[in-house]
């Protein structure tokens, strides 16, 4: 049978002239029926909607005949978003659905972006609906007496999860939603007083109690009865208070439309103390009344008489204690009350991300997983360059194809170009304005390092068509949706499959559309990225995102949350902590030197006041210093970044921010674009840089930290099955066809690996002895292998190495002749046996730690980054986490911070799981040694990389870059051109 929110949610599809997807149905009856868990949609599949309409179907269901007049409901729905570019777009598409239902509520966002004012407004009324991010669900968390902002909630959806999942936001997240399923709705009040509307207070003339004698009592009464406790109710409450059976109990407090003696919301469990009285059988008839109502409502009634409690109080307390440790909460609701569903598009361990979210002490039978199954219509198209250069290098072929992109852009309706960093989009803005004026007005650039105000006026101008091409980063990449975007740009390899994914349902971003996506290679080799692309995606083949574990810095930060907050009992958050995936194994001891930590500053902090953040009181964890709590508000959150300067206008007016090390370069009158814009600088004061507009066609462009992606390793292993193909003489491919001279070279000069065989090249030149190694694996694990073998190599003979890399292998230079030969017979050269060792006296390891203790510090609160416009300059902050980093590894070798910077430099810089993998894939192949007389198409690429190591020249880097081609017997590189005669005495350097 159809429910009434059912009818009203087909009929609003009717009206619309939409169709409901089969995925949408099933989510209805999902989400209806009780059910927590993942919704896996592609974009533009109309995901949205899927999981907000059943929301308002269940609360029509609830209020039949007043969901349209029914106001100021509190924040019944909670949705967390990664972006807070999406909040703007889903916050529109929501509200709109409830106007046109005719419910009269309000959707609100509250991210980084949201004013001061209506964020004040927010703590005292808030919306049904609150959109935010997960730093903005942790201020709520800090904020005093926060359960009641969450006493009327039912579900929380985190949106792009598969977004969060493995990274540090999505732990955050996981504690977040660990609080807020044992926080039972209705904490800070009676259950009963949401239901004191007319039809309630007819019915029931005043309160009542489970005990029957006292059915008339009112709310004043609640309050006198907890002034004159018996003597048996005293005796006990002085055992349940404070939460001394580990749970907090409540005394005369209401609940629907009785006065219990104690009860315990978190369990739904009422405990009542029964006089003589209650022994008669017209009472006891009374009494099991009220237990039968209470039971049917999910909660559980324990009775004991004035005489047990007055003899045997330790008994009592024993049995209640009992009940408290085997019960669970009521099924069907979720926890108290509260779903939980996240959305994700497709990624290799969905099952796990469910998991992850959910965490661990969820009931499986709750659980559902609703897969939507369309298939995205999706239509890549790689454009192949006139000239396939066999000599080719990263980011040399990108802008040479400009034309034959502004072609794409003229044909479509509106176009967005993705670039991999925010340089890019600077560099590709500049050049199509440059190049194409008449784009001047219909065209925008949008990344994260960009004002609020000016991402916010690119979204509208996209929605309202007034743009024909927008160059952006991956601040546009989720789920925003543009309808008038009909084309997706891509510039580079995006080096994973489901970015790119991503990327391309920007394009025909509604259900049904076919989304058309270019690819742009920047150098030759990125075609067979392309194509690999291709494949990967007709095979289904997608990332999985690894959940991060025991990141004790965000748990520490969590800890001083709460604790700034209402405080909380160390024994209660371990267990709560326990059931997120994150720190499932997390032992008593260390969570023990946690507390330790924001108490005292553990062993090596304690003579420093700054470190002791919280203080203990009766077993009840507070911060009372007001400082403390301030600066602890301005520090929440887990994106660390090179500190921010903002960037305005002498005039007044920001345009965004750009890092502290770009600005440090910088002197008056230099001349930079930043914002598609050529600026002067002008000054910097107090973390803003102030600038001029300049007429200047020329200047430098910022780069920002964080900009090169390593190669997935999902795309990289469908990279090797194409090379495989090209080997075996396989062309089905046009990017493989469009690269046939370049491999036909490869071959003619070395060797095409099969995909058993593992290639080195050796050669030597006036530099040196060049071995390459070709993994294609990416460059983080090329960094990791290509430090180890040289360490190995050494070990049979000293030598000093140079070490170039790229995402297709790796360059080992030394000026003495390399004994690879002999290296090769050894059978533990590609060994993972004492690998860890061997990483660690190959790679000075200590460093590496020491940068990622940086970010650990700041996200644990060690340091702090300064007030709003008064940051802490970069340098004092790097030599506060060094000096600390070296305090601990001296001092405390076994901290828990030190030994998480230790784990992070393995697992993210070193991806020492894949070079693990990759080492062992190697053994199993046949090694394939060609000496060569000059590099081949697959080297000159990394020894190009090799050019960055520092060297004084007053070469620009393209005309280093061409010198070097032509003496490797490269055709078409064009002679320099010639260069004007110098003032004698005047000489000039140039970086790159």
């Not at 006493?151 to 999505?170: A, F, M, N, P, Y």
């Not at 396989?730 to 066809?737: C, Q, S």
């Not at 370049?742 to 095409?752: A, E, K, P, T």
């Amino acid at each position: 049978m159809t429910s009434k929110g059912q009818q009203v949610i087909q009929q609003w599809y009717m009206e619309k002239n939409w169709e409901q997807f089969p995925f949408q149905a099933e989510m209805m009856e999902a989400y209806l029926g009780g059910y927590s868990g993942l919704l896996n949609a592609p974009t533009g599949s109309g995901k949205t909607f899927a999981l907000f309409l059943p929301f308002l179907a269940g609360f029509i269901n609830t209020h039949p005949d007043t969901y349209k007049t029914k106001q100021n409901n509190g924040l019944l729905m909670l949705w967390i978003t990664p972006l807070r570019a999406l909040t703007n777009d889903i916050r529109k598409a929501m509200q709109e659905a409830c106007d046109e239902i005719g419910l009269p509520w309000r959707i609100a966002t509250r991210t980084g972006d949201t004013p001061a004012a209506e964020k004040q407004a927010l703590k005292k009324k808030l919306p049904e609906v609150l959109l935010t991010t997960p730093e903005s669900l942790h201020l709520m968390l800090a904020q005093k007496e926060y359960p009641k902002l969450f006493s009327q909630l039912q579900v929380v959806v985190i949106d792009e999860w598969h977004e969060l999942l493995g990274t540090k936001r999505g732990v955050q997240v996981e504690l977040g939603l660990s609080r807020l399923k044992h926080l039972t709705p209705t904490l800070s009040k009676g259950e009963g007083a949401e239901k004191l509307d007319t039809k309630v207070k007819e019915k029931y003339p005043g309160y009542h109690t489970t005990d029957a004698l006292s059915w008339q009592a009112n709310i004043d009464n609640a309050k006198f009865m907890r002034h004159q406790p018996t003597e048996a109710e005293n005796i006990l409450w002085q055992l349940l208070r404070g939460k001394r059976t580990g749970y907090k109990f409540r005394r005369q407090h209401l609940v629907l439309n009785y006065i219990p003696d104690f009860i315990c919301l978190e369990k739904k469990l009422i405990v009542e103390v029964d006089g003589g009285y209650h022994t008669s059988i017209e009472q006891q008839h009374l009494d099991e009344e009220r237990t039968a109502y209470l039971n049917s409502q999910g909660y559980t009634v324990l009775r004991y008489t004035n005489d047990e409690v007055l003899q045997n109080p330790e008994k009592v307390i024993d049995s209640i204690k009992q009940y408290l440790e085997k019960s669970s909460l009521p099924l069907g609701e979720g926890w108290g009350g509260v779903k939980i569903w996240g959305i994700s598009a497709t990624i290799g361990n969905l099952e796990q991300a469910a998991e992850v979210l959910l965490g661990n002490d969820f009931p499986p039978e709750q659980v559902k997983m609703v897969r939507a199954n369309l298939e995205k219509k999706l239509d890549i198209r790689s454009i192949i360059p006139q000239n396939i250069e066999n000599y080719s290098w990263a980011g040399h072929i990108g802008l040479k194809l400009l034309p034959e992109v502004m072609e794409i852009v003229a044909k479509s309706k509106t176009t967005l170009i993705f670039t991999n960093t925010r340089s890019q989009s600077e560099i590709w803005y500049h050049a199509i304005l440059d190049n194409y004026p008449e784009y001047a007005g219909i065209m925008a650039m949008h990344h994260g390092s960009l004002d609020n105000e000016l991402r916010n006026w690119v979204e509208a101008a996209l929605h309202a068509e007034a743009l024909k091409l927008v160059v952006c980063t991956s601040s546009l990449d989720l789920g925003v949706d543009f309808r008038p975007v009909d084309t997706v740009v891509q510039v580079g390899s995006p080096k994973g499959v489901a970015r790119f994914m991503q990327r391309a349902g920007r394009s025909g971003h509604h259900p049904g559309a076919t989304s058309l996506a270019y690819f742009v290679p920047t150098h030759s080799l990125e075609l067979l990225e392309g194509a690999a692309l291709k494949e990967a995606i007709k095979d289904k083949i997608f990332e999985s995102r690894d959940p991060m574990l025991l990141t004790m810095d965000v748990l520490i930060q969590y800890m001083v949350t709460l604790a700034v907050s209402d405080g909380f009992y160390a024994d209660e958050l371990f267990k709560e902590v326990k059931t997120t995936y994150a720190f499932a194994d997390l032992s008593r001891n260390e969570f023990g030197q946690l507390l330790d930590f924001i108490t005292s500053g553990g062993k090596t902090l304690a003579q420093y006041d700054e470190f002791l953040k919280v203080e203990v009181e009766n077993g009840l964890y507070k911060v009372n210093s007001r400082r403390v709590a301030m600066r602890h508000r301005l520090s929440i959150g887990t994106i660390t970044s090179e500190l921010s300067i903002r960037v305005k206008w002498l005039s007044g007016g920001s345009l965004g921010t750009i890092e502290e090390s770009f600005v440090s370069k910088l002197k008056p009158g230099n001349t930079f674009w930043f914002a598609g814009r050529s600026l002067e600088f002008v000054r910097v004061k107090e973390m803003t840089a102030y600038v001029k507009k300049s007429n200047s066609t020329k200047g430098i462009i910022p780069s920002w930290n964080g900009g090169r992606m390593p190669l997935s390793s999902q795309l990289a292993a469908v990279f090797r099955l194409k090379l495989d193909e090209v080997a075996h003489g396989i062309e089905k491919d046009v990017e493989v066809k469009a690269l046939k001279p370049l491999f036909d070279l490869q071959q003619q000069l070395s060797h095409l690996p099969q995909s058993h065989e593992f290639l080195i090249e050796s050669f030597k030149s006036k530099e040196g002895h060049h071995l390459l190694f070709y993994p294609f694996e990416g460059r983080l694990v090329h960094e990791g292998m290509a430090s180890l073998l040289a360490y190995r190599i050494s070990k049979i003979r000293p030598a000093s190495f140079s070490i170039a890399m790229n995402d297709y292998g790796f360059e080992l230079l030394t000026d003495d002749d390399i004994p690879i030969e002999e290296a090769l017979e050894d059978t533990g050269f590609f060994s993972i046996d004492n690998l860890i060792d061997d990483i660690q006296h190959s790679l000075n390891a200590n460093e590496m730690a020491r940068r990622r203790f940086r970010d650990i510090a700041h996200i644990g609160g060690l340091v702090f980054t300064g007030y709003p416009g008064q940051q802490v300059k970069n340098k004092h902050l790097q030599a506060s986490t060094s000096l600390l980093f070296e305090v601990f590894s001296e001092y405390e070798p076994d901290n828990l911070l030190v030994r998480q910077a230790y784990n992070e430099a393995l697992a993210f810089q070193l991806e020492e799981f894949r070079l693990r993998a990759a080492l062992q894939r190697i053994q199993t192949q046949n090694i394939i040694l060609k000496v060569i007389e000059r590099p081949t198409p697959f080297a000159f690429p990394i020894m190009v990389d090799s050019l960055g190591r520092e060297r004084l020249t007053t070469e620009t880097m393209e005309e280093r870059i061409a010198k070097m081609a032509r003496s490797y017997g490269a055709e078409g590189v064009p002679e320099p051109a010639e260069r004007k005669s110098r003032k004698p005495g005047i000489t000039r350097k140039k970086g790159f």
